[in-house]
Antibody, heavy 121, light 107 residues
Framework: QVQLQESGPGLVKPSQTLSLTCTVSGDSISSGGYYWSWIRQYPGKGLEWFGYIDYSGSTDYNPSLKSRVTISLDTSKNQFSLKLSSVTAADTAVYYC?????????????WGQGTLVTVSS | DIQMTQSPSSLSASVGDGVTITCRAS??????LNWYQQKPGKAPNLLIYAASSLQSGVPSRFSGSGSGTDFTLTISSLQPEDFATYYCQQSYSTFRTFGQGTKVEIK
């Protein structure tokens, strides 16, 4: 059974960098079959895709966030991470990590439970 | 980017009712359309992928159809556990985008 679990600070100060890690169990992120994704959800509202990384470290990002986002891999720990720089209150959201198949229609079949990050001084 | 527009934004229905939710893409996305269900405090859960393929373990009362720009999610007979918010998502473009959601409430 594949499981994903987000971890990281729940409170970040404005202008600082938000850093989250997703730990994957039940699958190897270096196996090559999947993209490892980050998505966020504003309180009570819709979903925004950040981007993804594949087993080789190749990434694709949301163009509107690209200047502030970095997604990276740590295959030794079977983890991938999100860094979002220069945060403001508008970045307050629940952050999810998820898995997407690299071959085929491209759907998110496993998600973490989500972690709320609040940006406030 | 490809805009995804769902309608209605919310609806009220009774247990046993049939329900249809529509999702429209701002350009053709072929069949690269997925549907998710989300309950309060939980992550979205994949229901339908590639417009009409039922994810393993999802009840057969859920079905999807459409291609190009217009898609539908149908629940044939609403069950108590189906009251939730539903999202469509396109995977045609590398830049994935979601619809704004449709909340299905109990009448």
């Amino acid at each position: 059974q594949v499981q994903l679990q987000e971890s990281g600070p729940g409170l970040v100060k404005p202008s600082q960098t938000l850093s989250l890690t997703c730990t994957v169990s039940g699958d190897s992120i270096s196996s090559g079959g999947y993209y490892w994704s980050w998505i966020r959800q504003y309180p009570g509202k819709g979903l925004e895709w950040f981007g993804y990384i594949d087993y080789s470290g190749s990434t694709d990002y949301n163009p509107s966030l690209k200047s502030r986002v970095t997604i990276s891999l740590d295959t030794s720990k079977n983890q991938f991470s999100l860094k979002l720089s220069s945060v403001t209150a508008a970045d307050t959201a629940v952050y999810y990590c998820a898995r997407e198949g690299r071959h085929g229609p491209g759907y998110l079949d496993y998600w973490g439970q989500g972690t709320l990050v609040t940006v406030s001084s | 980017d490809i805009q995804m527009t769902q309608s209605p934004s919310s609806l009220s229905a009774s247990v046993g009712d049939g329900v249809t939710i529509t999702c429209r893409a701002s350009q053709s996305i072929s069949s690269y359309l997925n549907w998710y269900q989300q309950k309060p405090g939980k992550a979205p859960n994949l229901l339908i992928y590639a417009a009409s393929s039922l994810q393993s373990g999802v009840p057969s009362r859920f079905s999807g159809s459409g291609s190009g720009t217009d898609f539908t999610l149908t629940i044939s007979s609403l069950q108590p556990e189906d009251f939730a918010t539903y999202y469509c998502q396109q995977s045609y473009s590398t830049f994935r985008t979601f619809g704004q959601g449709t909340k299905v409430e109990i009448k």
